[in-house]
């Protein structure tokens, strides 16, 4: 849909295109009134010429846009009052230029530097897209508010002329859409969508059919009619520019390219580096003040009676669960070492001689 920048465009602009299509390069190519509501017949519709079919989709997208935003003013007659204030303004302020007096002569000459300023697009302020006038005429109302512009207007009688400035301006922005206004406003919003989707699909597809038909065929006299129609196009999206996204700034990272030595056999060390002696060294000792050795106590003292019952009592007894048990029934956490295997050596028994026991048989007599 944005390919050709139709997003842009609002319905009152579409609506404003009806206006191109019946003059200009768009008028010698006629269009029978029975094509432009209700069902297309197609031998009719095989029937039309290129130029034709292009007008015909246009118009009926136009037709539509015009029946649902039929309140809404013409975005050329909202501009055309527009430059009109913004050119009595600046008379009046040429006018008090040339006062003869020296208070208003100079309370002009800081009115045109403070509401005129030179556009940034280098034009002149009636020469500007719809977007750019309505923010240009919203600058200038701003301007005005500010406590010593505004006693400069009053002294030099231009209270009017702003007023009509600020009308101007908050028109053409509800032409546009951005605000709310009471008696532009469509009534359905939906249908209003509906019809400015539309228009931006079908204002598409007749500027891509241009554009092919323009590659794809040589120099005649068709190919300058279609010049002069792509070119109507190309006018009104000029009327409303899409906004240029601002790019992403990103912080530049500065490298520092190294140093290089004319002499291949010398090399140059940056500054800050540690030299091989410094890297190389144990880092030197740092002298400490001498401190005084504190007394060591005698471990030689004698042991008493009293001393070894001061130190049962400040000893804490152990407790399981917060009864005091006996010292014998806790055991220290101390994992036991692993015992090694014994191993038992087996001795040799020394070997037991059997006896024989001789049987002696008594023969019987």
Same mark, same amino acid.
């Given at each position: 849909m944005s390919r050709n920048g139709y997003t842009g465009v609002p319905l009152a602009g579409f609506c404003s295109f009806g206006d191109a299509l019946q003059s200009g390069a768009w008028a010698p190519i006629t269009v029978s009134a029975g094509l432009l509501t209700g069902p297309l017949d197609t031998a009719a519709l095989d029937r039309l010429g +290129?130029?034709?079919?292009?007008?015909?989709?246009?118009?009926?997208?136009?037709?539509?846009?015009?029946?649902?935003?039929?309140s809404a003013q013409p975005m050329v007659e909202?501009?055309?009052?527009?430059?009109?204030?913004q050119?009595?303004?600046?008379?009046?302020?040429?006018?008090?230029?040339r006062a003869p007096d020296a208070p208003t002569q100079a309370a002009g000459t800081r009115l045109r530097a403070r509401l005129l300023p030179a556009p940034a697009v280098g034009r002149s302020q009636t020469?500007?897209?719809?977007?750019?006038?309505?923010?240009y005429g919203k600058a200038q109302i701003l301007v005005a508010r500010q406590p010593d512009v505004h006693?400069?207007?009053?002294?030099?009688?231009?209270?009017?002329?702003l007023t009509e400035v600020n009308a101007a301006t908050r028109a053409l922005d509800e032409g546009l859409g951005s605000t709310t206004?009471?008696?532009?406003?469509?009534?359905?919003?939906?249908?209003?969508?509906?019809?400015?989707?539309?228009?931006?699909?079908?204002?598409?597809?007749?500027?891509?059919?241009?554009?092919?038909?323009?590659?794809?065929?040589?120099?005649?006299?068709?190919?300058?009619?279609?010049?002069?129609l792509l070119q109507t196009l190309s006018d009104l999206l000029s009327l409303f520019p899409l906004p240029v996204p601002t790019p992403r700034t990103t912080a530049a990272t500065t490298t520092t390219a190294p140093a290089?030595?004319?002499?291949?056999?010398?090399? +140059?060390?940056?500054?800050?580096?540690?030299?091989?002696?410094?890297?190389?060294?144990?880092?030197?000792?740092?002298?400490?003040?001498?401190?005084?050795?504190?007394?060591?106590?005698?471990?030689?003292?004698?042991?008493t009676a009293a001393s070894k019952r001061k130190t049962r009592r400040a000893s804490p007894k152990p407790t399981i669960r917060g009864k005091a048990v006996?010292?014998?029934?806790?055991?220290?956490?101390?994992?036991?070492?692993?015992?090694?295997?014994?191993?038992?050596?087996?001795?040799?028994?020394?070997?037991?001689k059997k006896k024989t026991v001789k049987k002696t048989v008594k023969k019987r007599g």
């Amino acid at each position: 849909m944005s390919r050709n920048g139709y997003t842009g465009v609002p319905l009152a602009g579409f609506c404003s295109f009806g206006d191109a299509l019946q003059s200009g390069a768009w008028a010698p190519i006629t269009v029978s009134a029975g094509l432009l509501t209700g069902p297309l017949d197609t031998a009719a519709l095989d029937r039309l010429g +290129i130029f034709s079919q292009w007008k015909l989709r246009l118009e009926r997208a136009v037709g539509a846009a015009l029946a649902v935003g039929s309140s809404a003013q013409p975005m050329v007659e909202l501009d055309s009052v527009w430059d009109n204030a913004q050119r009595r303004l600046e008379l009046l302020i040429e006018v008090a230029e040339r006062a003869p007096d020296a208070p208003t002569q100079a309370a002009g000459t800081r009115l045109r530097a403070r509401l005129l300023p030179a556009p940034a697009v280098g034009r002149s302020q009636t020469q500007m897209a719809y977007p750019q006038e309505v923010a240009y005429g919203k600058a200038q109302i701003l301007v005005a508010r500010q406590p010593d512009v505004h006693a400069d207007i009053v002294a030099t009688g231009l209270v009017s002329v702003l007023t009509e400035v600020n009308a101007a301006t908050r028109a053409l922005d509800e032409g546009l859409g951005s605000t709310t206004g009471t008696t532009r406003r469509l009534t359905d919003k939906a249908e209003a969508r509906s019809a400015r989707y539309a228009c931006v699909s079908v204002f598409n597809m007749v500027h891509d059919d241009m554009v092919w038909f323009l590659s794809n065929t040589a120099d005649s006299p068709e190919r300058t009619t279609a010049e002069s129609l792509l070119q109507t196009l190309s006018d009104l999206l000029s009327l409303f520019p899409l906004p240029v996204p601002t790019p992403r700034t990103t912080a530049a990272t500065t490298t520092t390219a190294p140093a290089t030595s004319p002499n291949p056999d010398v090399t +140059i060390i940056p500054a800050g580096t540690p030299s091989v002696a410094a890297i190389t060294s144990p880092p030197a000792a740092t002298p400490t003040a001498p401190t005084a050795a504190a007394p060591t106590p005698s471990t030689t003292a004698p042991t008493t009676a009293a001393s070894k019952r001061k130190t049962r009592r400040a000893s804490p007894k152990p407790t399981i669960r917060g009864k005091a048990v006996r010292k014998s029934t806790v055991k220290p956490m101390v994992k036991a070492p692993a015992k090694t295997p014994v191993v038992k050596k087996k001795t040799a028994k020394p070997a037991v001689k059997k006896k024989t026991v001789k049987k002696t048989v008594k023969k019987r007599g």
